[in-house]
């Protein structure tokens, strides 16, 4: 069972998943562009946790100091649903999303798959769950921080420590 934390105790520090970062830059773009919501909103469907606690879970995200991810979870994002926009508001949409990325000051790491068989726990987690969620998992113990997501299957990889602690965003908010 994850951990649970009110909104109030947030994290200084997490490393995040690719469905709720993007949830959170669709969120982030829909709110600075409110003309191309449903548009937005008709191509890349988002959890109905996310739509209906929408303040909450930005404001949980814009808590959090440090937000951390890795280039796989980049090359894991769901274009091919916003490819489907006219290309302005496909623009738009990553323009507004780098934006807030660097506002956020966000941190994004390169974890090799060659470095990912150092590890044997996480070379289990790559041939198991493959490169992107092994990076994710790597990434948070080695920060020593949180791993935020709404993938259920990571939670049976943590260490014999528990670590890292992994959070399933919608019972966080």
């Not at 069972?1 to 490393?15: D, E, F």
């Not at 909103?41 to 959090?64: A, M, N, P, T, W």
């Not at 934006?99 to 956020?104: F, S």
């Not at 390169?110 to 470095?115: D, E, P, V």
Request: hydrophobic share 40%.
């Amino acid at each position: 069972m994850p951990k649970i934390k009110p909104l109030g105790l947030l994290y200084k520090k997490a490393v995040v998943d690719n469905g709720p970062l993007f949830a959170l830059l669709t969120l982030v773009f829909v709110r600075q562009w409110p003309q191309y919501r449903r548009e937005v909103l008709s191509k890349h469907k988002l959890e109905s946790y996310v739509l209906q606690k929408e303040r909450d879970y930005l404001d949980f995200f814009d808590g959090i100091n440090q937000l951390l991810f890795t280039s796989h979870v980049i090359g894991q994002t769901r274009t091919r649903d916003l490819k489907r926009l006219p290309p302005h508001i496909f623009r738009e949409f990553w323009l507004c999303s780098l934006d807030y990325l660097k506002r956020k000051r966000v941190d994004e790491r390169l974890l090799t798959l060659l470095s990912m068989r150092e590890d044997q726990f996480i070379c289990d987690v790559v041939c198991s769950l493959g490169p992107a969620d092994a990076g994710l998992l790597a990434l948070a113990r080695a920060e020593k921080c949180v791993l935020l997501t709404d993938d259920n299957r990571l939670f049976s990889w943590c260490d014999g420590d528990g670590a890292p602690e992994i959070g399933i965003v919608e019972h966080l908010l």
